[in-house]
């Protein structure tokens, strides 16, 4: 069982940054892979980003819309990841919700097995 918390969010203006985290609990975190999606307000959870159990950097897969803005990172030996969020946009407001799976990165939500409460990020123009 793995339990998931984030914190870090928060208002912040355009071309700003903020860095979520995201503490996991249990043993097993290190095997699990991470992910990152985003709710905004009338649409439907969207995948952010994701990082493989080992956490390399080659390990890493990106939505288009935040590629080369935003960086996932992880610290097995503390159980937790990171999203780095730069050069934010209005249209990156959204509910920011950490989730972890078994086994490889994918970008559909339905196979995240634990997820976070969120945690709202709010770019104003």
């Known amino acids: 069982q793995v339990q998931l918390v984030e914190s870090g969010g928060g208002l912040v203006q355009a071309g700003g940054s903020l860095r979520l985290s995201c503490a996991a609990s249990?043993?097993?975190?290190?095997?699990?892979?991470m992910g990152w999606f985003r709710q905004a307000p009338g649409k439907e959870r969207e995948f952010v980003t994701a990082i493989a159990w080992s956490g390399s950097s080659s390990s890493t897969y990106y939505a288009d819309s935040v590629k080369g803005r935003f960086t996932i990172s992880r610290d097995n030996a503390k159980n937790t990841v990171y999203l780095q969020m730069n050069s934010l946009k209005p249209e990156d407001t959204a509910v920011y919700y950490c989730a972890g799976k078994e086994g490889v990165i994918v970008t559909n939500l339905q196979y995240y097995r634990y997820w976070g409460q969120g945690t709202q990020v709010t770019v104003s123009s």
């Open positions: 249990g043993r097993t975190f290190s095997s699990y892979a």
